[in-house]
């Protein structure tokens, strides 16, 4: 049946199926992690029922820190996203996001049939003659800004087919995506496109993925550090998406730094956001403490975003990796980030006091938005 996440179950969205080649693969296939996770609802009583029922009774915070983060965070995607209460909220969220955070292993990366190159750009526009001229009217509004040094032209990824399956005796979920490299001033124009379409034609677009829209994809990342304090940051005024917006963790888009032995790789990606926002670079046989939970469609501007969460206390880190909140900000302020100036502040909570305070979840609701 339909997903709320615009795709289906074993189906492929248009321009052809995923490539099948095994050799294609991303080159992450980590273990499964063994996390026997009650559902969210069980382990929350104030959570939303799926009937919309709320039972009596709030779990105490004695009661939540005596449970693991990864457990924590689960509960608080559904309390964010309110996944289990309606579905009018300013995201989409792929109902079966609790595999994924069971396990992280079932992604898959490829290119779309006929983008290999390094040279195949994707750049389809739409046939309507008034969305066309809109889209050439802002793309020369958007190449004036690369000219005048505001905006950076750069060889982006773009999502261009998805797909979930199950595989094993187990009958796990996986994520199959295959994407398409762009520009970032087409990227820009398309949204303009697309936010000029009506409330009725966008949500026509939100069934099955189009790729005509679908001209970016990225990558979200919720960080505990070891002493179980969750990081917000502030984005910076001078990002072109969501300057000054509050939100937990970092977004990043993917590019072409991103292509790892000609594949995308989700797993860099995230690693790269890790270390140009918040200075902490970590090395890739750490990558499997990247634990991803969601794929995340916003609504207003048609962007697909991997999310993910990260435990500093996960003793798949080095030693030195297992950071304090104190010792992170530490690398964020000394200018280990490259892109700092991304992210204009970053603060710490204790992640129950945030778990508790419906006010600060409402303050940080963006988080996944502005890859």
């Known amino acids: 049946g339909e997903s709320s996440s615009g795709f289906e179950e074993g189906q492929d969205v248009p321009l052809g199926d995923v490539r099948s080649d095994p050799g294609a693969i991303g080159r992450h296939n980590f273990p499964a992690q063994n996390h026997s996770v009650p559902s ?38 559904d309390q964010v996203f309110q996944v289990r209460a309606h579905r009018n909220g300013p995201w989409i969220v792929n109902d079966r996001y609790d595999s994924f ?11 779309a049939p006929g983008f290999e190159s390094d040279t195949a750009l994707w750049e389809k526009v739409p046939d309507d003659p ?15 800004e690369v000219a005048a040094g505001n905006i950076y032209q ?59 829209y679908s001209t970016s994809i990225g ?38 730094m991103d292509v790892v032995n000609g594949i995308p790789d989700v797993y860099y990606a995230i690693h790269r956001g890790l270390g140009e926002e918040l200075g902490l670079w970590l090395t890739a046989e750490e990558f499997p403490a990247f634990k991803f939970f969601a794929m995340i469609l916003t609504r207003d501007s048609y962007e697909y975003g991997l999310a ?3 435990d500093l206390a996960d003793p798949l880190l080095h030693d ?7 010792r992170l900000y530490d690398c964020w302020s000394t200018g280990r980030a490259k892109d700092k100036f991304e992210l204009s502040n970053v603060a710490f909570v204790p992640l129950v006091e945030f778990m508790l305070d419906q006010n600060a979840q409402r303050h940080s609701y963006m988080t996944f938005e502005g890859h």
């Open 40 to 77: 969210p609802a069980a382990l929350n009583p104030s959570l939303p029922s799926r009937a919309g029922q709320t039972p009596a009774g709030k779990p105490t915070a004695d009661q939540l820190n005596a449970l693991p983060v990864y457990t924590l965070l689960r509960m608080l995607a």
């Open 101 to 111: 955070y069971e396990c992280p292993v079932g992604l898959e990366c490829h290119w």
């Open 130 to 144: 008034a969305l066309k001229l809109l889209y050439e009217e802002s793309f020369k509004k958007w190449t004036a």
């Open 154 to 212: 750069n060889t982006t990824l773009a999502l261009h087919n998805l797909k979930i399956t199950r595989y094993g005796p187990e009958e796990k979920h996986k994520l199959i995506m295959s994407f398409a490299r762009t520009t970032y001033v087409h990227h820009c124009a398309m949204q303009d496109v697309f936010r000029s379409l009506s409330k009725d034609e966008q949500l026509a677009h939100e069934k099955v993925l189009d790729p005509m």
């Open 219 to 256: 990558v979200n990342l919720i960080v505990v550090t070891s002493d179980r304090q969750l990081t917000l940051t502030t984005r910076g005024p001078m990002v072109k998406e969501k300057p000054n917006q509050d939100m937990m963790g970092m977004s990043e888009g993917m590019n072409h």
């Open 308 to 310: 993910a969460y990260l």
């Open 320 to 326: 030195d990796h297992r950071l304090t909140a104190s």
